[in-house]
């Protein structure tokens, strides 16, 4: 089993910067892939970013150019950050934290991050 844990959400204005990370501890010596979606009520989830092992990071053209991932290791815990600037108030939502082998198997309960414009 594997647990997912976010933290670093909140509250940001507009064209600020927030970080969250995302901590998995548990089996994770098979988390080959990991990423960030987002979702606001309403309305389905929403691939952020993501990183395979060994390769380059890939994003969505939503946050491409503003929002950075990086991963790495804390002992056997893997963790994932995503280093988020010139927010914009339609960057508002859960983001969640996703891993596994080759897709998405594991997810975390998510953490709210809100933009004021």
């Known amino acids: 089993q594997v647990q997912l844990i976010e933290s670093g959400g909140g509250l940001v204005q507009a064209g600020g910067s927030l970080r969250v990370s995302c901590v998995a501890s548990g089996r994770t010596e098979s988390l080959t892939l990991m990423g960030w979606f987002r979702q606001t009520p309403g309305k389905e989830r929403e691939f952020v970013g993501s990183?395979?092992?060994?390769?380059?990071?890939?994003?969505s053209d939503s946050v491409k150019d503003r929002f950075t991932i990086s991963r790495g290791r804390d002992g056997a815990k893997r963790t994932i950050d995503l280093q988020m600037n010139s927010l914009k108030s339609e960057d508002t939502a859960v983001y969640y934290c996703?891993?596994?082998?080759?897709?998405?198997?594991?997810w975390g309960q998510g953490i709210q991050v809100t933009v004021s414009s």
């Open positions: 996703a891993a596994g082998s080759g897709s998405y198997f594991y």
């Open positions: 990183k395979l092992s060994g390769r380059l990071p890939t994003y």
